[in-house]
């Protein structure tokens, strides 16, 4: 298919100066050409109407679970380890393929619309998250989440998180990549992370944890181990393989230097930490210590929503907060954590995060005719500060439309609100 965006504003990379007007070319999964002033003729399959908007590279949304939609406001306003352990953990043990495949779907529908089209998921049932991403067009990067409380439960669980990177990598076109997800220090001893760490390299797989969340959690690995929780990974070899460590909240300087020295991502998920009171990354400190930091939304569950775009802002505001400092995380900054290190946790770096010809053709078109966003001084200040998830206009994922005005390409919204809505009831 070959597709062009007439006219749009375009952010090639977030570095670069805003190209105030251009045609943008798509041939097949790749951008072709991207040429400033516009004006280019020639047979398209599709012309999307880009006037008044802004194309980016896709955001990414680098750590989520995103079935949890099904949890969303069925328990809030309470510490995590309480949420988890009377509220989601009990809720979970009634969970079905089915209620995790139609939720996906549903996770997806809201992560189109507000302009992601990557992410990093992270839960159970990941055949049928699989399926429903297979469906809907976004790319990921999926891994079942192990959590072994007791010895016996530790083979079965490596078991069932091999089985599916061996079965999923490189489905969907090559849009499905796998990794291995130990949930946290705190819910896996040794054994796995050890397990898991010579599966990964021998698969070629990144893994996804949670890190340093909460105080509590890294006050038990301390007294546990007598390390932090980065540095007791790394004692185990851990970081041999690509991390993406979720969170990071309570990381020590020698965390942070460990994360650097072995390439790992963090993502700050910040509207989750707020509402469950974990605190606030110290996004300035990583970023000044060399460690890549994307951003990701949480499940719905804790976070409430799937809206990128909100993570962004909230992101850029709260770090110059807890930096005491207005210029820590500026807004160019700002949105290569939401696009380019995202991209580059997925093991994608030199294909997707810019807008450049030969680069796959995953892109967020923004609608900036909006009130909230006029005058259009500065696209990249309107974007990050001001911009809604809703501004989202389309979005192209590996040179497809997943949403064109507005209107989701792939899914059929009705009928998946009709089956949660549906689903739902069990849980409440
Ligand atoms: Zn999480």
Same mark, same amino acid.
């Given at each position: 298919?070959?597709?062009?965006?007439?006219?749009?504003?375009?952010?090639?990379?977030?570095?670069?100066?805003?190209?105030?007007? +251009?045609?943008?070319?798509?041939?097949?999964?790749?951008?072709?050409?991207?040429?400033?002033?516009?004006?280019?003729?020639?047979?398209?399959?599709?012309?999307?109407?880009?006037?008044?908007?802004?194309?980016?590279?896709?955001?990414?949304? +680098?750590?989520?679970?995103?079935?949890?939609?099904?949890?969303?406001?069925?328990?809030?306003?309470?510490?995590?380890?309480?949420?988890?352990?009377? @509220?989601?953990?009990?809720?979970?043990?009634?969970?079905?393929?089915?209620?995790?495949?139609?939720?996906?779907?549903?996770?997806?529908?809201? &992560?189109?619309?507000?302009?992601?089209?990557?992410?990093?998921?992270?839960?159970?049932?990941?055949?049928?998250?699989?399926?429903?991403?297979?469906?809907?067009?976004?790319?990921?990067?999926?891994?079942?989440?192990?959590?072994?409380?007791?010895?016996?439960?530790?083979?079965?669980?490596?078991?069932?998180?091999?089985?599916?990177?061996?079965?999923?990598?490189?489905?969907?076109?090559?849009?499905?990549?796998?990794?291995?997800?130990?949930?946290?220090?705190?819910?896996?001893?040794?054994?796995?992370?050890?397990?898991?760490?010579?599966?990964?390299?021998?698969?070629?797989?990144?893994?996804?944890?949670?890190? +340093?969340?909460?105080?509590?959690?890294?006050?038990?690995?301390?007294?546990?181990?007598?390390?932090?929780? +980065?540095?007791?990974?790394?004692? &185990?070899?851990?970081?041999?393989?690509?991390?993406?460590?979720?969170?990071?909240?309570?990381?020590?300087?020698?965390?942070?230097?460990?994360?650097?020295?072995?390439?790992?991502?963090?993502?700050?998920?910040?509207t989750s930490?707020? @509402?469950?009171?974990?605190?606030?990354?110290?996004?300035?400190?990583?970023?000044?210590?060399?460690?890549?930091?994307?951003?990701?939304t949480d499940?719905a569950?804790s976070a409430g929503d799937?809206?990128?775009?909100?993570?962004?802002?909230?992101?850029?505001?709260?770090?110059?907060?807890?930096?005491?400092?207005?210029?820590?995380?500026?807004?160019?900054?700002?949105?290569?954590?939401?696009?380019?290190?995202?991209?580059?946790?997925?093991?994608?770096?030199?294909?997707?995060?810019?807008?450049?010809?030969?680069?796959?053709?995953?892109?967020?078109?923004?609608?900036?005719?909006?009130?909230?966003?006029?005058?259009?001084?500065?696209?990249?200040?309107?974007?990050?500060?001001?911009?809604?998830?809703?501004?989202?206009?389309?979005?192209?994922?590996?040179?497809?439309?997943?949403?064109?005005?507005?209107?989701?390409?792939?899914?059929?919204?009705?009928?998946?609100?009709?089956?949660?809505?549906?689903?739902?009831?069990?849980?409440?």
């Open positions: 298919m070959r597709i062009l965006i007439r006219g749009p504003a375009v952010i090639q990379r977030p570095e670069d100066k805003v190209l105030p007007q +251009a045609d943008v070319v798509i041939e097949g999964r790749r951008y072709e050409a991207i040429v400033s002033g516009g004006g280019i003729e020639g047979e398209f399959d599709r012309i999307v109407d880009g006037e008044g908007c802004l194309l980016v590279p896709g955001f990414v949304n +680098a750590h989520t679970h995103l079935a949890m939609t099904l949890f969303r406001g069925l328990a809030q306003d309470l510490p995590l380890m309480r949420w988890l352990e009377e @509220k989601i953990w009990p809720a979970e043990r009634k969970l079905t393929g089915k209620d995790v495949y139609w939720f996906s779907l549903l996770g997806l529908a809201e &992560m189109i619309r507000s302009g992601t089209t990557a992410f990093v998921d992270m839960y159970f049932f990941m055949e049928e998250v699989a399926r429903a991403v297979e469906e809907a067009g976004l790319r990921a990067l999926l891994s079942y989440g192990i959590i072994a409380p007791t010895r016996n439960r530790i083979g079965p669980e490596i078991k069932k998180a091999e089985a599916f990177v061996r079965t999923w990598s490189g489905k969907a076109d090559g849009r499905i990549h796998t990794a291995f997800s130990p949930h946290a220090p705190y819910t896996c001893p040794p054994e796995v992370w050890r397990r898991v760490t010579a599966l990964a390299r021998e698969l070629k797989a990144p893994i996804h944890t949670h890190l +340093a969340e909460t105080v509590e959690e890294v006050e038990r690995i301390r007294t546990e181990t007598e390390r932090f929780p +980065a540095e007791w990974l790394e004692d &185990m070899g851990v970081f041999s393989v690509p991390v993406i460590a979720a969170h990071c909240v309570h990381v020590s300087e020698k965390d942070i230097e460990i994360l650097a020295a072995h390439g790992a991502t963090a993502v700050h998920c910040p930490n707020l @509402k469950l009171a974990c605190g606030i990354a110290p996004v300035q400190e990583m970023l000044a210590g060399g460690v890549a930091v994307a951003l990701g499940g569950g799937l809206n990128l775009v909100e993570e962004m802002r909230l992101a850029a505001v709260l770090a110059k907060q807890k930096a005491g400092n207005p210029e820590a995380l500026p807004a160019a900054e700002a949105l290569r954590c939401a696009t380019a290190r995202g991209a580059a946790a997925l093991g994608l770096g030199r294909e997707l995060g810019t807008i450049e010809p030969g680069r796959r053709a995953d892109g967020t078109l923004i609608n900036m005719k909006g009130p909230h966003l006029c005058p259009g001084h500065n696209p990249l200040a309107n974007l990050v500060y001001a911009a809604q998830g809703s501004d989202v206009a389309a979005v192209v994922v590996d040179g497809r439309p997943l949403l064109l005005g507005g209107e989701l390409q792939t899914l059929d919204l009705d009928e998946i609100l009709g089956r949660c809505r549906e689903l739902a009831r069990r849980f409440r």
